[in-house]
């Protein structure tokens, strides 16, 4: 995706700071692809935004997160640099362009040296399974569906071991280019399972895990439920998982969750924002 | 829509209870149509039983409840005839072929005299209110966006004046060929509202209608929600309830709310089912 320089903001342009809520299911991801026909939630926004603004071609974006194909957000923060004129109600304009797939639940005037991305201290994603012997037709979108039974203890247990400051190669998908040697280190503030409380469901259980980081590499939240899911059937523990950190590799962590049952519940800045 | 002949099963043939759940979004409701193009719940399932058990044409079937174009269904309950001689697991194969936007929860034969309609003493409806200034995306297909502040009491109070038995005919679509002088009398046993307590939506309140009668006329539900939902806008109050019930038409009821924040919860039977 083509991005805005960072921080620095170009003369005659002001930043603004959008809070965008979507459903990623027909959407090939947040970021922007090479070829404009894929169907991207950042491409949709960049083309909102340039009819919206009077711009001569689509604006770059920099989000917080930049969710995969199928991945959904109720919180997404995004920055984009528009020339200084433009004042009109951003949030609204935008969001009758692209409702009901994405809407922009806030857009202001950014405080300065505001970057989406840069400036994010903390993100905090939720995973949603739904453990039951059927499917569940009003859930298929956005929660994984699996049949045998899960027990939420060592599912717990095992996320406790996520918590702290660990190299999380071996729960991540390499960057392009990066050397398999390399750590990667990120600090995860939070992981936590629970029941969700919502009665609209009927002949299973939805299972909720709640993670907060300070950043996440790339598949990291879909490999953490993946490892999860398998302590819940009994095929692995706490000390399994501090194994496979250990192991710095990916090659023994399991399958990974599907994306539809992500998504990016906030983003919080220690900057006013 | 072709049905099964009451409580009557011909000889040769063993009358089996399904426990449905289904999102309705993509049908043009549960009865099928003279043209078989159309996409219907009933239609759907017809053909998959009629695979299934290997029937020479898709069996008629009788529901519980007949939900219109874009209403789901948590627990719809059908009955349906099939050869004696089938003992597969048809909840199973059915759940196969048509998940997910259909997924049969439980099927088993039915207690004798069972009637998936006419044994029904019970149904319970929910209905869906995002009240909030922005729509949700990942609520888009179950709640009805409502932009103005509602308040929740006086729905409530209003609610109130629905409980008992009535004359429901300013409420109701008229049956085809019925006398507009005729009453349409249904006993509801519970109406009420109350904010959902979904950790998982941010930037609004959802709201919950839930409503149990005996039974219910076309479209009763949405048009109770039309008159609840000026209520809560301060447009109507429990008089004005009572007023229009009084009426006996439907000349001074509201918009009817929107098929797809409706969905059936529930069907109640008294005898073992």
């Given at each position: 995706m083509a991005e805005a320089g960072g921080a620095a903001v170009l003369p005659g342009t002001r930043r603004w700071r959008l809070l965008v809520a979507y459903d990623g299911s027909g959407f090939r991801g947040f970021a922007t692809q090479a070829d404009p026909g894929v169907p991207t939630v950042g491409g949709a926004l960049a083309g909102a935004l340039a009819r919206?603004?009077?711009?001569?071609?689509p604006p770059p974006l920099v989000c917080a997160g930049r969710t995969d194909a199928g991945v959904h957000a109720m919180g997404q923060v995004v920055h984009v640099d528009l020339p200084e004129g433009y004042d009109g109600d951003l949030a609204r304009a935008l969001t009758r362009q692209l409702a009901p797939a994405v809407v922009v639940r806030e857009?202001?005037?950014?405080?300065?040296?505001?970057d989406a991305r840069r400036s994010a201290t903390r993100r905090h994603y939720r995973y949603h399974v739904w453990n039951a012997p059927a499917p569940y037709p009003l859930l298929s979108a956005t929660a994984w569906h699996v049949a045998a039974p899960l027990d939420l203890r060592p599912m717990a247990a095992a996320a406790?071991?996520?918590?702290?400051?660990?190299?999380?190669?071996?729960?991540?998908?390499?960057?392009?280019?990066?050397?398999?040697a390399h750590p990667i280190v990120r600090r995860v503030l939070d992981a936590r399972w629970r029941e969700a409380p919502d009665e609209d469901v009927r002949g299973g259980r939805l299972l909720r895990f709640d993670v907060v980081a300070t950043a996440f590499c790339h598949q990291m939240v879909r490999s953490m439920v993946g490892v999860l899911v398998q302590a819940g059937k009994g095929r692995a523990n706490a000390a399994t998982v501090v194994g496979l950190l250990g192991s710095g590799s990916r090659a023994g962590a399991p399958q990974l969750a599907p994306p539809h049952g992500l998504c990016l519940v906030d983003v919080g800045y220690d900057q006013p924002s």
């Open positions: 919206t603004a009077r711009l001569p071609e857009a202001a005037p950014a405080p300065p040296g505001f406790d071991a996520l918590i702290g400051e660990r190299d999380f190669r071996a729960l991540c998908r390499r960057p392009p280019g990066a050397d398999a």
